[in-house]
């Protein structure tokens, strides 16, 4: 993923408030969050785009590595798009918190 994002990038994740910058920072974030588990896959749902913005549905199942906890969940991507590439992310519990988030900007 860091390989198709702009340097300057940045992430913003509701579920632990608060926002990384550059590749370096969304890096570890990523690799921290991936290694928490034993098993994941996430489907994308419902791409619509919207001015500079896509936002997407994320469907995401997962094993906790230490818990094993199944996962089964959905949340939602709002990205930021700048000539081809994503300069930033933010996540949201759900679609509808991500529109309205676009929509009072």
């Known amino acids: 993923m860091a390989e198709h994002t702009a340097e300057g990038r940045r992430a913003r994740c509701q579920a632990v408030a608060r926002v990384y910058r550059g590749r ?40 906790g590595r230490a818990s094993g906890v199944e996962l089964d969940a959905r949340f939602c991507q709002v990205w930021t798009v700048w000539r081809g590439t994503a300069v930033g992310m933010e996540e949201y519990p759900t679609r509808d918190q991500g529109l309205a988030a676009l929509r009072s900007r």
């Not at 690799?31 to 549905?57: H, M, N, P």
């Open 24 to 63: 370096e920072q969304v890096r570890r974030y990523v690799e921290d969050w991936l290694s928490t588990f034993d098993s994941l896959r996430l489907d994308l749902e419902d791409l619509t785009e919207v001015g500079d913005r896509v936002i997407s549905g994320v469907h995401g199942y997962a094993r």
